[in-house]
């Protein structure tokens, strides 16, 4: 048993050894010495352990792992960290080999591509006119709607010009500035709702409608509402489908119950009926109360009495569920999550001001309290008259919190619970802050088409 201690620290020396000093070339094995050890221990370790040992010694010297020592040569002095990272990373990359790469599969290309980030593939499309004609592939749409977007984007419009848009992407924590020339310069388009990456706008001068991709500029004037409704209105969206190739729809919703729903596939609007008598009227709805959207349903807040109004955009059943607002409760509006009917608003009591997160509980219809922003946060607040505005409500929000003295973009991840502070949003090739006025969440999509 001595003998097989014994060679136990010789494998472990050895492997320190190698751990300190690195690898060397392929060196021949010195014969003798193995022999001579061989011969020491053969009372005490039977031939099995010395074949172990010298299979050990022949895959270590043959892979190079080990370094084997000439007992007439001193040993080598200690290298620096540095110096063995320098030595692995001076080896050259060998080139492709065109045989190989010639006939790789045109569907793993589109494959691998739609699972760029973003930012990437837009790089990306410049290599060569095929790539850059992506966008226009039936099968590469396919392959990005296959792939789900962890969170969604926001798409912003800054307070000093208000048809200047600024999209964040809060995977890269990086503002993004596209410029959609088909819509109206001289008019106030707001986005209200998005639906499978496309964001629909609101004119709320002229009230028209318009739906956009930002990423590939798709754009589409939706025709003139048969009804004309001045006062408020709130607007939601949802797919026909998994994807914009099977349409989608547009629903607005006026304060007085008059509502239009807007199909891509006919490319008119539809009043489907009446809304029922017993929802109560009027609704107290403004494009600022996003709708909620949970499969083909849409869900919008409102109040006196307080509550929700709920669409069925397939059955066009509507119901109403009136639920108490939490006390000393502002500035709240829905969000959702996984299926789960969120809130979100500033409680405020006395001088002090945070922001909380409730949860619709199905069973009882009351609000639960789940979250609410961390008390150093909130202490920023505090004696402050400070106003928010819910800029995306998909799993991700992101909140706009103002007053005369403080300007906060943060985030909220409903399943994570975390808060994170959103980067000022600076204009291009400036210094100035971007004041941000209202925005829509969206899951960004490469081929999305109005």
Known sequence: MEGVVMLRQLIGQLQEFV?????PPPQPLPQLPLLNYA???SSTVDDSSIDDYYSFMMATGKSASVRILDPSKPPPSKRSRKERTQGKSSGTTEPMEQRIWKDFPEDLYEAVIARLPIATFFHFRSVCRKWNSLLDSESFSQHCTEIPQANPWFYTITHENVNSGAMYDPSLKKWHHPTISSLPTKLIVLPVASAGGLVC?????????YVCNPLNQSFKELPARSVKVWSRIAVGMTLNGSSTSGGYKVMWVGCD???????????????PGSMPSSVKLPLSLNFRSQAVTIDSTLYFMRSRPDGIVSYDMVTGVWKQFIIPTPLHLTDHTLAECGGRVMLVGLLSKNAATCVCIWELQKMTLLWKEVDRMPNIWCLEFYGKHIRMTCLGNKGLLMLSLRSRQINRLVTYNV???????????????GRKRQWIACGTSFYPCLTAVA
Not at 201 to 209: A, E, K
Not at 415 to 429: A, F, R, Y
Request: net charge positive; with cysteine; aromatic share 18%.
């Open 257 to 271: 119950g008059e509502y239009e729903v807007y199909d891509s596939l006919r490319n008119s609007w539809t009043r």
């Open 19 to 23: 751990q300190l000093y690195g690898s």
């Open 415 to 429: 399943s994570s619970k975390e808060w994170l502070k959103v980067p000022g949003c600076v204009v291009p090739h």
């Open 39 to 41: 011969r020491w221990c």
């Open 201 to 209: 706008f609101l004119d709320i001068g002229n009230r028209n409608f």
